[in-house]
């Protein structure tokens, strides 16, 4: 197995659903189910991945971008799902979900095939918040979105990422001038909201980071980001920071609707 590439497919990206698989020879494993079970079936199709050799679900948090899904697809498939006790529990408030197909996450690694998942806190206004590390051959995996702020804790979980899910949620101006109510644009910006372009780019900077590594901006707002923010601010504080952008670094834009990826070396 091992000269399998680790493969990063991000299904979907957003405030209106998230759902990224990881993928390496035949083990596969889901992030999040936060677009219907059809959109996730058909991504599966799409990347050639029998829905078999799903190993598991992972989920995140129990918000609706991130699990909207669940519940069909849990319906069609008994594939078992890996969260937080809380989280779950919010889940079984929301949607009809089998007790049994519950995995509760602890600390430590969970062997799924050929990956290796370790999960770890997040700062966000959900019951027990997650981000995961997925290792597989030379490969580190990191998915880390809806977080207000990058710990210490979490900045020590990125070192060394080669393949890098990570939020870059909103600009602080669209955000201060935009549409939403103050209430909603003060949870945006919290310590338990989400990560800035800026944030994004601070944490690429801080973080212990490869010879080369793959980056998918993630998690971008409709209404107070834009793909030319992203990549305008990200892009100018990395190369003021010494990155050279492209032998260094490839910077990719998660999307709504379309399949983006991150093919890791054999
Ligand atoms: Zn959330
Ligand atoms: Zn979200």
């Not at 990224?20 to 219907?36: E, F, L, M, P, R």
């Not at 834009?226 to 010494?242: K, P, S």
């Amino acid at each position: 197995m091992s000269d399998y590439a680790v493969e990063v497919h991000v299904l979907a990206s957003g405030s209106k659903g998230n759902c990224t698989i990881v993928k390496k020879g035949k083990s596969a494993i889901i992030h999040d189910a936060g677009i219907s079970c059809r959109r996730i079936i058909n991504g599966l199709k799409a990347l050639h991945i029998d829905i078999h050799h799903v190993e598991g679900i992972f989920i995140s948090h129990e918000h609706s971008d991130h699990i909207a899904g669940l519940e069909q697809f849990l319906k069609k498939y008994d594939v078992p799902v890996y969260t937080k006790h809380d989280t779950w529990r919010e889940i079984q408030d929301k949607m009809m979900v089998p007790k049994h197909q519950l995995i509760p996450i602890t600390k430590g690694s969970l062997q799924l095939g050929s990956l290796t998942v370790e999960s770890f806190d997040v700062s966000h206004d959900a019951a027990d918040p997650i981000g995961i590390n997925v290792f597989g051959g030379r490969e580190k995996v990191t998915i880390l979105t809806d977080t207000g702020i990058v710990t210490d804790n979490i900045l020590a979980r990125l070192d060394d990422t080669t393949l890098f899910v990570l939020e870059a949620n909103y600009d602080p101006h669209l955000l201060r001038y935009g549409p939403y109510q103050p209430f909603l644009k003060q949870r945006v910006a919290s310590d338990l909201g989400h990560l800035s372009n800026e944030m994004a780019a601070q944490t690429l900077l801080m973080m212990r980071r490869p010879e080369f590594m793959q980056v998918i901006l993630a998690h971008r707002s409709e209404n107070n980001n834009n793909t030319v923010c992203v990549t305008q601010t990200i892009g100018n504080m990395l190369v003021d920071g010494g990155v050279k952008i492209g032998p260094e670094m490839k910077l990719q834009h998660g999307q709504p609707n379309e399949i983006i990826s991150m093919i890791g070396k054999r």
